[in-house]
Structures are given as structure tokens and as C-alpha cells.
């Protein structure tokens, strides 16, 4: 059974600080890997996909890889900001033609002015 | 830009109600999700449909049934509502199934309350 984990759970840094955010899964029969942001009380905002076949998508100042064959994926925020405070949410899509995504439990970010 | 809509942000019901949460896509989107979320458990599947009248249990789907007449439409069914069902519970749309591409676009939720 897929699992996927989020390390840290939390984490406090100051404002301009370079960040990773890890997320790890057991089963490497994936299609693809998706980071999302959820606001507080609000819903989830698609960030950046990466597809079983790649290793890194990039969007502005958010950088995201994959390997797969470690079962591993980082979210890496550059010159962090204020308005970057959420949580993160990793997931991976299952094989199977299920649409499954299987979610890990989150990373909440705070970013200090 | 996809459009997923849910009927309520915030819900107040009492032990043993019948409860019916809505969901509504604007993309013509084939498949629909419910999930809940709940502090550090993350979300959890509930149920989800691939088509009208289609529908398939998730990794939680006791306590709750699910109804897609359709195509835009997703409500989650609690039939009687219990206090350990107090949760966020939020709904997703997906186009049909493209492997590697494939991502799904999120309601704002809503934040259910039993009593």
C-alpha cells in the first residue's frame, strides 16, 4: 500500500531564507508527483507536477524534484517570503487508472517578517 | 480556469441529520472526488465517480454514500451525521484519465460541524 511521508511537519524561518520541504513514498509505481498549497481553511492550489519520467520542474522561485527510484521528492523555495506561509502538500498520482492521488500530511511553513 | 464550487463553507448539523454536501465543476471534468481532512491523519479519500451514475469507495467510505446524476454534480451523502464525522471535507475534479499529466483541481471545502 502506497504511504507518503512529509518531513518536517512545521517549520519557522526568517524572511529571505532558501528552504526544502521533503516528501517521501513507498511505491515507486507512480505517474506522477504533485505539490499543492492549502491557505488556511481554504482549499488546494496545484504548485507543480512532476511525471514519472522527469526529475525537476521549476515554477518562479519554487523548484521541485524527483527520484523516483528512491522514493523521494523535495520542494525547494528560494528567497522565501512572508506571503509563502501555508501548507505544503505533496501527493503522487497511483498507477492503475485509478486517478488515485495518495497524499502525505503536510509540511506548514511560516514565514517571519 | 477550472471552477470547482462547493454548496457550503460552513455547516452546523446535530447528531443523527441527514446531511448532503454539493459539489459543482465548470470543466466538463469526467471524474470527481471527495475527501476529508483532519489533523494529522492529512486527507482521506471518501469516495469518487469516473462518470454519471458511476461511483467507487474510497479508503473511508463508511458513514457516507455519494450521488452523480450529473456529469457537474458530486454530493456526499451522510446519512445519519455522528460527531467523530466533524471534518473539512473538500471535493476535486479531474479530466479523465492521461496518466503522467493528470492533477486535480480542488473546491474551497467545507467545514462541517456535528453536534
Known amino acids: 500500500k502506497q504511504e507518503v511521508t512529509q518531513i518536517p511537519a512545521a517549520l519557522s524561518v526568517p524572511e529571505g531564507e532558501n528552504l526544502v520541504l521533503n516528501c517521501s513514498f513507498t511505491d515507486s509505481a507512480i505517474y506522477n508527483l504533485q505539490w499543492f498549497r492549502q491557505d488556511p481553511g481554504k482549499g488546494l492550489t496545484s504548485l507543480l507536477l512532476i511525471q514519472s519520467s522527469q526529475r525537476e520542474q521549476t515554477s518562479g522561485r519554487l523548484n521541485a524534484s524527483l527520484d523516483k527510484s528512491s522514493g523521494r521528492s523535495t520542494l525547494y523555495i528560494a528567497a522565501s517570503q512572508p506571503g509563502d506561509s501555508a501548507t505544503y502538500l505533496c501527493a503522487v498520482l497511483v498507477a492503475g487508472n485509478t486517478g488515485k492521488l495518495i497524499f502525505g500530511q503536510g509540511t506548514t511553513l511560516q514565514v517571519k517578517p | 480556469d477550472v471552477k470547482v464550487t462547493q454548496s457550503s463553507r460552513y455547516l452546523v448539523k446535530r447528531t443523527g441529520e441527514k446531511v448532503f454536501l454539493e459539489c459543482v465543476q465548470d470543466m466538463d471534468h469526467e471524474n470527481m472526488f471527495w475527501y476529508r481532512q483532519d489533523p494529522g491523519l492529512g486527507l482521506r479519500l471518501i469516495y469518487f465517480s469516473y462518470d454519471v451514475k458511476m461511483k467507487e469507495k474510497g479508503d473511508i467510505p463508511e458513514g457516507y454514500s455519494v450521488s452523480r446524476e450529473k456529469k457537474e454534480r458530486f454530493s456526499l451523502i451522510l446519512e445519519s451525521a455522528s460527531t467523530n464525522q466533524t471534518s473539512m471535507y473538500l471535493c476535486?475534479?479531474?479530466?479523465?484519465w492521461g496518466g503522467g499529466t493528470d492533477t486535480q483541481y480542488f473546491g474551497p471545502g467545507t467545514r462541517l460541524t456535528v453536534l
Open positions: 476535486a475534479s479531474s479530466p479523465t
